[in-house]
């Protein structure tokens, strides 16, 4: 009887929705500060705090 090998995946697993877009932008040092000090208080790193940002947005009530 042949022995058979199962070789386990590498790498990460495949994400549901990849992030493929990049997206840059200026900030002045105050923006910048500012963003920060929001990410390291809640814990998350500035592109989270730049998403959940992008939700508020999503909730707001549009004019």
């Known amino acids: 009887m042949k022995e058979v090998h199962t070789v386990?995946?590498?790498?990460?697993?495949?994400a549901?929705?990849?992030?493929k877009k990049n997206v840059s932008?200026?900030?002045?040092?105050e923006e910048y500060q500012k963003l920060s000090?929001?990410?390291a208080?809640?814990?998350?790193?500035t592109t989270?705090?730049?998403?959940?940002?992008?939700?508020?947005?999503y909730q707001m009530p549009e004019k």
Not at 16 to 19: L, V
Not at 48 to 57: E, F, N, P, R, S
């Open 16 to 19: 549901e929705s990849p992030k």
């Open 48 to 57: 989270q705090a730049i998403q959940k940002g992008i939700d508020l947005l």
């Open 8 to 14: 386990a995946k590498m790498g990460r697993p495949k």
């Open 41 to 45: 208080k809640h814990e998350l790193t």
């Open 25 to 29: 932008f200026r900030l002045t040092e």
């Open 37 to 39: 000090e929001y990410a």
